[in-house]
């Protein structure tokens, strides 16, 4: 066991969850109050009213919260991550090769380091919150409403970063969103969030189901739509995970 919320409650809102081995386990839901509680409690800035929180001893946590300006607030970015290492006990001469490392995880370039947060676009905002929460090489990487506000492209590149964690690595990510797009395409366990609690735990098919998701207030992924139209034109289509290959399956039925 790695991660577990029993019963967990901090006013209305009660929490229960276990997670046992590395993986993308997705937090699906409209509110933000409860994510960021979810987050909060993992990272011990709240302690519960009631219930248990066991985090396996000596485990590390990395957290990312959605507002990077929040994070780093008038310091240079260089000395903000220098900070990190130094309170992690990494040596002075590993810190630079630690840095320059973590930011060719991001594709970022050396030249940000000199530079304010505030001095950033929000894509590289973004990616200097993310790198604050890996750089110190966590087990356990908390994740907050990262998709939003960026575009595919940084969407695909992102996806493609916590699949290395997950699968070189061996990391736990937990990501809080309301992404189910993003979410079909991850995560290996999904968790969907109503009421300020969980209300269904399952893989990737439980976002196949359009009227929970209705329900909840939340968007059906979008290639579950693509999907469900083109059955309607009576395609019956394979499980994919993205467009293209769907494309590609359609293409070789009318070739």
């Not at 735990?201 to 209705?214: A, E, F, P, Q, R």
């Not at 034109?233 to 494309?247: A, K, S, V």
Request: aromatic share 8%; glycine share 4%.
């Amino acid at each position: 066991m790695e991660i577990k919320f029993d019963k967990v409650s901090v006013l209305d809102k009660e929490i229960s969850f276990e997670i046992e081995s590395s993986g993308i386990y997705s937090f699906i839901g409209i509110s933000k109050s409860i994510k960021t509680l979810i987050l909060d409690l993992i990272g011990g800035n709240i302690i519960p009213e009631n219930g248990e929180i066991q985090i396996r001893k000596n485990i590390k946590v990395g957290m990312c919260r959605s507002n990077p300006y929040e994070i780093i607030k008038n310091k240079i970015i260089k000395d903000y991550l220098r900070h990190i290492l130094e309170i992690n006990n990494y040596k002075d001469k590993h810190i630079e090769a630690r840095i320059s490392q973590s930011l060719k995880l991001v594709n970022l370039d050396n030249e940000i380091l000199y530079k304010n947060i505030n001095e950033l676009s929000y894509k590289e905002a973004k990616k200097i919150s993310l790198i604050s929460s890996l750089i110190h090489n966590p087990k356990i990487i908390v994740i907050e409403d990262y998709t939003d506000g960026i575009i595919d492209s940084d969407k695909k590149e992102f996806a493609r970063l916590i699949r290395v964690l997950k699968n070189k690595y061996k990391k736990i990510i937990i990501f809080l969103t309301k992404d189910t797009t993003f979410c079909y395409t991850t995560s290996d366990i999904i968790y969907l969030l109503n009421n300020e609690k969980i209300v269904q735990k399952g893989n990737k098919s439980i976002l196949k189901n359009t009227n929970l998701l209705n329900k909840l207030g939340l968007e059906v992924p979008k290639i579950i739509n693509f999907i469900n139209e083109c059955k309607k034109n009576n395609h019956e289509l394979d499980e994919y995970d993205n467009i293209l290959d769907i494309i590609k399956s359609i293409y070789r039925e009318v070739k």
